[in-house]
Nanobody, 124 residues
Framework: VHLVDSGGGVVRAGGSLNLSCVGTKRTFIDYTIAWFRQAPGKEREFVAG????????DYGISVKGRFTISRDNARSTVYLQMDSLRPEDTAVYYC??????????????????WGQGTQVTVSS
C-alpha cells in the first residue's frame, strides 16, 4: 500500500492541526495504520494507531487525551486530530501501515509501509 500523509504546518501552542494519511491500495481496509513522529536528535516515537475497522485505538502517553485517531475506509484515509498542541509536539509526523488487521502495534519495526512525512511545528 502506498501512503501519502499531509496536513502539517506551523501553529501556536494551544492550537490544532488535522493530519491525513491516504492509502492508494484497494486492500487499505486490511491494514492497521499508525502515526509516528521524529524530532531532530530524537528517536522515532509512536503517537497513535488504529486497527482495520477503527474499533481499537492506542495512543502514546505524551499525546493521550489531546490527539484523536480515526479512519474512513471508504476514502482509504486515516486522520490524526491534534488539539492543545505544545512546542514539544514539534516533529516530522509519518503514517505507517501494517497488515495486522486487529492488532495495533507500537513498534515501528512492525510497519512495512510509510508515508513521506509531514512537518508539524508548534511555536510557544
Amino acid at each position: 500500500v502506498h501512503l501519502v500523509d499531509s496536513g502539517g504546518g506551523v501553529v501556536r501552542a494551544g492550537g490544532s492541526l488535522n493530519l491525513s494519511c491516504v492509502g492508494t491500495k484497494r486492500t487499505f481496509i486490511d491494514y492497521t495504520i499508525a502515526w509516528f513522529r521524529q524530532a531532530p536528535g530524537k528517536e522515532r516515537e509512536f503517537v497513535a494507531g488504529i486497527n482495520w475497522n477503527g474499533v481499537k485505538t492506542d495512543y502514546g502517553i505524551s499525546v493521550k487525551g489531546r490527539f484523536t485517531i480515526s479512519r474512513d475506509n471508504a476514502r482509504s484515509t486515516v486522520y490524526l486530530q491534534m488539539d492543545s498542541l505544545r512546542p514539544e509536539d514539534t516533529a516530522v509526523y509519518y503514517c505507517a501501515a501494517a497488515p495486522l488487521f486487529e492488532i495495533v502495534e507500537k513498534e515501528s519495526d512492525e510497519y512495512e509501509h510509510w508515508g513521506q512525512g509531514t512537518q508539524v511545528t508548534v511555536s510557544s
